[in-house]
Nanobody
């Protein structure tokens, strides 16, 4: 069973930065997608950023140019560097993964493995 554990959330002022981490264990797929979703109160969970096993990345339009997804294969850890944070970035952030070939989907139903989430709060 794949396990994903997020960390790094917190409270920051608008314009600030945070780096989220997702430690993955028992992940043995050679072709996969792994990424970040977020869910604000009263809103649907939405895809934020994804990276596939070849290193190709994709981002939601709302975070392009501000967020960067990366991974450290030696540490089995996924990162999300979030800069120029805005109050509308406030949400619970979840790490998600699944075996996949091709462009990573942003549809949450395509991901079988989820972390417990980490809260990000951006104040104005």
């Amino acid at each position: 069973q794949v396990q994903l554990v997020e960390s790094g959330g917190g409270s920051v002022q608008a314009g600030g930065s945070l780096r989220l981490s997702c430690a993955a264990s028992r992940y043995t797929y050679s072709s996969y997608c792994i990424g970040w979703f977020r869910q604000a109160p009263g809103k649907e969970r939405e895809g934020v950023a994804f990276i596939d096993s070849d290193g190709s990345t994709s981002y939601a339009d709302s975070v392009k140019g501000r967020f960067t997804i990366s991974r450290d294969n030696a540490k089995n850890t996924l990162y999300l560097q979030m800069n120029s944070l805005k109050p509308e970035d406030t949400a619970m952030y979840y790490c998600a993964a699944n075996s996949w070939v091709g462009v990573c989907p942003s549809d949450l139903t395509e991901y079988n493995y989820w972390g417990q989430g980490t809260q990000v709060t951006v104040s104005s």
